[in-house]
């Protein structure tokens, strides 16, 4: 990295020449890269192993292998979500700042065009396989104000992209701009729900409900997210705590997902705990030189493999999992099925980034 002096070049006699300081190199974080793997494959996971609970209809007497070789699944991949909102913090407050409204905006397209393109594909192929519950239509008109059937775990881009707005949006007014886009965006998805409400109740005709938006759980992950992953390589000496308390935390989850509700809310203690045990314990790991070109070029598919996974889940995982399985079965299945989904999901987002496809399907 270049440092934050500016770069001064001589002057000849009887000419003038202004100086102009140079923007130091931004340094690339190939540990979030590595977040990013661990955060996408961590998702699988969990959806892998719902599969294993809802075989059971999430009752233990129903098939107890499969019931608790799910659970366990489910009770590490709590972090996945909150991580996200994290490293999305990150990015935008700290790693890559947007400069103005107009390359602001074309991140936000970077993630709406593969969010409806991927709500196609999955509206097209449950209709196709004849398991859409409603007319596709329907489905359709419902997904642009955040209904998410049958692409269920696309729940999180409707939260995703308006956090960053606002991050963003905040960003740019510090730096004395004014991006009235965003704001006026900003606006549009704070007043929509009750813009949909008042035309339901004028009119008598039922209108989708709107989930664009964000709690305040998202937005602390994304702002204590930046400020941890931008603290420098060192500021953390002891990590042993935190591998210590991160199993603590897993078994405080599978605990409240098996006795007390399923699933654990993104809001809990018990999560935020995880989420910040992870972090930390990745953040600034040293990454070797010859295993970084591959990260980055996997990095960049997580996406992408994020968006397709489910396809995989609910035709291969699905149709193979039993509530008869007994543990040690129930446990070698989920590692075999978790392991084909994360290589078809990746090797499906790096052939059509080859493809130039990556801005449509991430």
């Not at 060192?234 to 605990?255: D, I, N, Q, S």
């Amino acid at each position: 990295m270049q440092n934050d002096t500016a770069v001064r070049m001589p002057l000849q006699r009887g000419s003038v020449t202004s100086e102009k300081p140079t923007a130091p190199a931004r340094e690339h974080r190939f540990d979030i890269d590595l977040m990013r793997l661990i955060c996408s494959a961590t998702v699988m996971l969990g959806h892998v192993g719902a599969q294993f609970i809802h075989a059971t209809g999430n009752d233990p007497g129903n098939g107890a292998g499969a019931y608790w070789a799910g659970h366990l699944a489910e009770g590490v991949n709590a972090f996945a979500v909150p991580m996200y909102f994290a490293i999305a913090g990150w990015a935008v407050l700290v790693g890559a700042p947007p400069r103005d409204g107009s390359r602001m905006w074309r991140r936000v397209v970077r993630n709406v065009v593969p969010l409806f393109a991927w709500t196609a594909v999955y509206l097209v192929w449950a209709w196709l396989r004849d398991r859409n519950d409603r007319p596709v239509t329907e489905l359709a008109a419902n997904s642009l104000f955040a209904s998410v059937q049958p692409a269920y775990h696309l729940w999180f881009m409707y939260t995703y992209i308006p956090v960053i707005m606002l991050l963003a949006f905040a960003v740019l007014v510090r730096a004395g701009q004014r991006p009235w886009g965003l704001g006026a965006a900003l606006l549009a998805i704070a007043v929509l729900p009750s813009g949909l409400t008042t035309i339901a109740e004028v009119t008598g005709h039922g209108t989708p409900s709107a989930a664009w938006g964000f709690g305040t759980y998202s937005l602390v992950y994304a702002v204590g997210g930046a400020l941890l992953f931008a603290l420098p390589a060192g500021a953390v000496r002891k990590r042993w705590p935190l591998a210590v308390l991160l199993p603590c935390t897993m078994a405080g989850a599978l605990w409240y997902n098996t006795q007390v509700h399923y699933v654990l809310p993104n809001a809990h203690l018990f999560v935020a705990a995880m989420t910040v045990c992870v972090l930390l314990l990745v953040s600034r790991v040293r990454v070797p030189a010859a295993w970084r070109p591959r990260l980055r070029t996997l990095a960049d598919a997580a996406l992408g493999a994020y968006m397709v996974h489910v396809l995989f889940v609910e035709e291969i995982v699905r149709p193979l999992v039993s509530p008869d399985l007994g543990g040690p079965a129930a446990g070698l299945l989920l590692v075999a099925l978790l392991a084909t989904v994360v290589t078809l999901s990746f090797t499906a987002s790096l052939l059509w980034g080859r493809l130039n496809l990556r801005r449509l399907l991430g």
